[in-house]
């Protein structure tokens, strides 16, 4: 089991620029996670998809940011345009299903830098 | 409003003492309770969980965690620490009809030799 994929782990870019940043979740779930840490604010929830849809985005912080899953397998994160704030550890997670009884499986993060 | 809190930030620990982290909510009913450990550069992992039934729940790692309903407490212990548990150690929260997972701000672990 391959567990939740990231990438990329690690992405710096220059304000202004567009980052996207890819999650394939665990096969078989059917809820997806967004979530952004930093030290000031911990861990956020950014945005939730069950079954591929988008269910609650009240956490995306501005419309620079955007989300998409086209299919089961693949989400993105995109950032466009980028500033300094949004450097952050970007966290993409997956569960079984969206009740509160199912673990959500982290994947490994991708750091972005925006200088 | 519904919150999670971690009183400790940062706690030292020698290695092979115990180590208690503390964790209170506030919430109308019981929700479901979470410990998840996030090592240096990497994902968080759970460690243990809490539905109902034994309020004493035993995770990975040798980390086991208690529920007191009275207290809005899930403090996470483990009796002998080893260097490797040198971690930040999240708190985390969910209602049993929602998705959200409500995380506290997080206790980092150092473990002295």
Request: aromatic share 12%.
């Given at each position: 089991?391959?567990?939740?994929?990231?990438?990329?782990?690690?992405?710096?870019?220059?304000?202004?620029?567009?980052?996207?940043?890819?999650?394939?979740?665990?096969?078989?779930?059917?809820?997806?996670?967004?979530?952004?840490?930093?030290?000031?604010?911990?861990?956020?929830?950014?945005?939730?998809?069950?079954?591929?849809?988008?269910?609650?985005?009240?956490?995306?912080?501005?419309?620079?940011?955007?989300?998409?899953?086209?299919?089961?397998?693949?989400?993105?994160?995109?950032?466009?345009?980028?500033?300094?704030?949004?450097?952050?550890?970007?966290?993409?997670?997956?569960?079984?299903?969206?009740?509160?009884?199912?673990?959500?499986?982290?994947?490994?993060?991708?750091?972005?830098?925006?200088? | 409003?519904?919150?999670?809190?971690?009183?400790d930030?940062?706690?030292?620990?020698s290695?092979?003492?115990?180590?208690?982290?503390?964790?209170?909510?506030?919430?109308?009913?019981?929700?479901?309770?979470?410990?998840?450990?996030?090592?240096?550069?990497?994902?968080?992992?759970?460690?243990?969980?809490y539905?109902?039934?034994?309020?004493?729940?035993?995770?990975?790692?040798?980390?086991?965690?208690?529920?007191?309903?009275?207290?809005?407490?899930?403090?996470?212990?483990?009796?002998?620490?080893?260097?490797?548990?040198?971690?930040?150690?999240?708190?985390?929260v969910?209602?049993?009809?929602?998705?959200?997972?409500?995380?506290?701000?997080?206790?980092?672990?150092?473990?002295?030799?």
């Open positions: 089991d391959a567990g939740v994929i990231q990438s990329p782990r690690h992405e710096v870019t220059e304000m202004g620029q567009e980052v996207t940043l890819r999650c394939k979740p665990i096969s078989g779930h059917n809820s997806l996670f967004w979530y952004r840490q930093t030290m000031m604010r911990g861990l956020e929830l950014l945005i939730y998809f069950n079954n591929n849809v988008p269910i609650d985005d009240s956490g995306m912080p501005e419309d620079r940011f955007s989300a998409k899953m086209p299919n089961a397998s693949f989400s993105t994160l995109k950032i466009q345009p980028s500033e300094p704030r949004d450097s952050a550890v970007y966290f993409c997670a997956s569960s079984i299903s969206g009740s509160g009884l199912n673990e959500q499986f982290f994947g490994p993060g991708t750091r972005l830098t925006v200088l | 409003a519904q919150s999670v809190t971690q009183p930030i940062h706690i030292t620990v290695e092979g003492a115990s180590l208690e982290l503390r964790c209170n909510y506030s919430y109308g009913a019981t929700p479901y309770l979470f410990w998840y450990v996030q090592s240096p550069g990497q994902g968080l992992q759970l460690l243990l969980k539905f109902s039934g034994d309020t004493l729940v035993q995770g990975i790692k040798g980390f086991e965690a208690e529920f007191k309903r009275s207290q809005s407490s899930f403090n996470l212990r483990k009796p002998s620490v080893h260097w490797s548990d040198a971690a930040e150690y999240f708190c985390a969910a209602l049993s009809n929602d998705y959200k997972l409500s995380f506290g701000a997080g206790t980092t672990v150092t473990v002295r030799a």
